[in-house]
């Protein structure tokens, strides 16, 4: 299958600072990303949207202003994770489509924010 | 998009096929069946997917109900680098990719 890539795999941060998180498409070009949120124990859960050069849509809940998204080429989209505190602390998981195709995940960024 | 139910999770001996169920009675026409699963920290890895027809490729196999109000994904001979959650999605194709419990599969020696 495709391939989506995100780096880094893994953050450690300290309060208050910001996190940036890329995830780009390798092979393929990515109309479409998605980003999502995993805590432990727990199961993905959508945060933002993003179509190429427009603004992310976000869901319920999910503060614009803190969780910075672009998307500015069709093969990589970013996420800003500002001010980061220790509740912040997560599995972050970018995945990217093209057209209506199915989705492709990268593996996913750990972030623990101390 | 429908909603999905699975069980919680599932046993299956190795070498043996697995045959993970899911149900999605209030699935409409245009709704897509997929599945995914995700290994321990990692991202979630594209396993099948289908409308109608019953599916098969290198993975697995897709066997979806002539009502389609149920499907079964079957790993053939499961190993153990198959435990894993996996994840049954019913949505309309160009939605976005909304995740549920899932079914957690440990496939044991």
């Known amino acids: 299958g495709a391939v989506v890539s995100q780096h880094p795999s893994w953050v450690i941060c300290k309060s208050g600072t910001s996190v940036k998180i890329e995830c780009r498409s390798l092979?393929?070009?990515?109309?479409?990303m998605f980003w999502y949120r995993q805590f432990p124990k727990q199961s993905l859960m959508l945060m933002a949207t993003?179509?190429?050069?427009?603004?992310?849509?976000?869901e319920q809940g999910v503060e614009k202003d803190k969780f910075l998204i672009n998307h500015a080429s069709l093969t990589l989209s970013t996420l800003t994770v500002t001010s980061a505190h220790p509740e912040d602390s997560s599995f972050y998981i970018c995945?990217?489509?093209?057209?209506?195709?199915?989705?492709?995940f990268g593996q996913g960024t750990r972030l623990t924010v101390v | 998009d429908a909603k999905t139910t699975q069980p919680p999770s599932m046993d299956c001996a190795e070498g043996r096929a697995a045959n993970l169920p899911c149900n999605h009675s209030?699935?409409?026409?245009?709704?897509?069946v997929y599945w995914y699963r995700q290994i321990h920290s990692q991202g979630p890895q594209y396993i099948i997917h289908?409308?109608?027809n019953n599916e098969t490729n290198e993975m697995a196999s897709l066997i979806i109900t002539e009502d389609r109000k149920s499907s079964t994904l079957i790993l053939p001979h499961a190993t153990l680098r198959d435990t894993a959650v996996y994840y049954c999605?019913?949505?309309?194709?160009?939605?976005?990719?909304?995740f549920g419990a899932g079914t957690r599969l440990t496939v044991k020696p």
């Open positions: 995945s990217a489509r093209q057209g209506f195709a199915e989705a492709f």
């Open positions: 092979d393929f070009q990515a109309t479409t």
């Open positions: 993003s179509n190429e050069g427009s603004k992310a849509t976000y």
């Open positions: 209030t699935i409409s026409g245009n709704e897509y």
């Open positions: 289908g409308l109608k």
């Open positions: 999605i019913v949505r309309v194709e160009g939605n976005d990719m909304r």
